[in-house]
């Protein structure tokens, strides 16, 4: 495993981490697979609701599988918006080299007071540890936001949170949302925002939570096989995201594309064969179309080739 800080020590300004959310065995394999195809470093990354799933110990026994399977993979294990209970669990097992501690729904101080109670038990085991600050709208697993509720990352306060909490990135929000519904009209990515918080906090690694483009065509397919998704849902373009790059952004959060995909996949292999009911021939499918999704995703974040920066 590699720790985010040598990551994103490599990688700022030049080119991001996507760091992916996994509940099952499919998802291991093709982003494993594709990661060791790409030689491209990535971050496997669990929610409390995926361990609740799968149980925490499942998934990282895949994950420990996988990267027998994929020796050359090189990536590290993230623990994805938990609470101080998540990340205290995953810091004690020993198995994370990253977690994230979620309390940008609280006050500036009650964020502050959160965080940094995190980052000191962090700390004393060397695992690397990401904020929040800023609210996203959206719904990811059993987050909901609305979009009165959400709010910008005030440039003006992310240098005393830094200071006070000494977390060691900074997920923000500028604009993008969790799930398929994104963005709204023309909003796009915020980079006036991204530029100042930039010029606040130079070299110090930015989060793009929310970062899945919701590809139009897939969501059509989906549609077209029987599904009932909003076909006005946008996600974030590839311009914005190499864009935000520059800007300090060293991790991009994927999810919601992944999920489209098994839904895509899934509902098209039972329309067009409806005499089949082998879960193992259509996650074969899913697997395939996560590793092209995954190359395809590298590419875009420049993290093609990068693995071999890390020995």
Known sequence: MISPKILYDK???KYAIAAVNVFT????HGLFRAGQKANAPFLVQMTPVARNYAHSDMLLAMIDAAA???????YGIHLDHGTESHAFDAISSGKYNSVMIDASHDNFNENVRRTKAVVDKAHEKKVFVEAELGV??????????DEKSAKYTQPDEVELFIEETHCDSLAVAVGTSHGAYKFSGSQGIQFGILEEIQQRLPKFPIVLHGGSAVNQEEIERINESGGNLNEG????????????ISYGVCKINIAT????????VHREFFRDTPELFDPILPGKEYMDAYEKFM???????GATGKASQFV
């Open 11 to 13: 990688c700022y300004g």
């Open 295 to 301: 190359l395809e995703k590298f590419d875009l974040l």
């Open 25 to 28: 065995m499919e998802q291991v």
């Open 68 to 74: 027998k399977i994929y020796p050359k993979a090189k």
């Open 257 to 264: 594309d992944t999920r489209i995909l098994w839904a895509r």
């Open 136 to 145: 996203l709208s959206g719904v990811e697993d059993d987050i909901s936001i």
């Open 233 to 244: 849902a946008a996600g974030v373009s590839p311009g914005e995201i190499i864009k935000s």
